[in-house]
């Protein structure tokens, strides 16, 4: 089974401070997604990453970067956290970059900014 | 660029009666679709998918999509809920292999569908 696996299910930090969130897949896929999930809102792209070092910004990239320095892992970093961070952070992979492929996702990191 | 519009961001529906989700989209190229469902406090998994071929898909667990290029929709369907398919669903849309941002997964809002006994 693929599996993708965010670090922390729960992570409470303080306003200011930088946050990184890991993700971690087992199954060789080229792509990585970084997704945050709001009510009424849905998820929202924040960052794809196609291959190892390759990066595109999503719809919403501010206040966010990220790092692919290795094809498994996927890292999501807020350089400075911000109340309006707090949100629902969902990773996911799928297999390769022709579309088309499943898109498998982590059970997600829920931050809370104080 | 993509977007994609769920256009009910609730609906109530009593155990055993038909239900559809609305989704329609928007883009400059063509597109792969996929519906996702989200039970409380998981990750998301997907339904069904729409790649090319018959325009009527059928996933998992009794659903079914019907795609309609005139119309830009994908409308997901059921012809009798479970209190199990209580949940929260996501349509979504991937640029076509070729095109530009390829693999790029563009979320809708979600639907809450609400299964009542």
């Known amino acids: 089974d693929v599996k993708v696996t965010q670090s922390s299910r729960y992570l409470v930090k303080r306003t200011g401070e930088k946050v990184f969130l890991e993700c971690v897949q087992d199954?060789?896929?080229?792509?990585m997604f970084w997704y945050r999930q709001d009510p009424g809102l849905g998820l929202r792209l924040i960052y794809f990453s196609y291959d190892v070092k390759m990066k595109e910004k999503g719809d919403i990239p501010e206040g966010y970067s990220v790092s692919r320095e290795k094809k498994e892992r996927f890292s999501l970093i807020l350089e400075s956290a911000s109340t309006n961070q707090t949100s629902m952070y969902l990773c996911a992979s799928s297999l390769n970059p022709t579309g088309g492929t499943e898109a498998f996702f982590g059970q997600g990191t829920r931050l809370t900014v104080v | 660029a993509q977007s994609v519009t769920q256009l009910d961001s609730q609906v109530p529906v009593f155990e055993e009666a038909p239900v559809e989700l609305r989704c329609n989209y928007s883009s400059s190229v063509s597109v792969y679709l996929f519906w996702y469902v989200q039970y409380p406090n998981q990750g998301l998994q997907l339904l069904l998918k729409?790649?090319?071929?018959?325009?009527l898909v059928k996933g998992i667990n009794g659903f079914e999509a019907e795609f309609n290029k005139s119309q830009t929709s994908f409308h997901l369907r059921k012809p009798s809920v479970h209190i199990s398919d209580t949940a929260e669903y996501f349509c979504a849309v991937s640029p076509l292999h070729g095109s530009s941002n390829t693999g790029k997964l563009i979320f809708g809002q979600g639907t809450t569908l609400q299964v009542k006994p």
């Open positions: 729409y790649l090319s071929g018959s325009t």
């Open positions: 199954m060789d896929h080229e792509n």
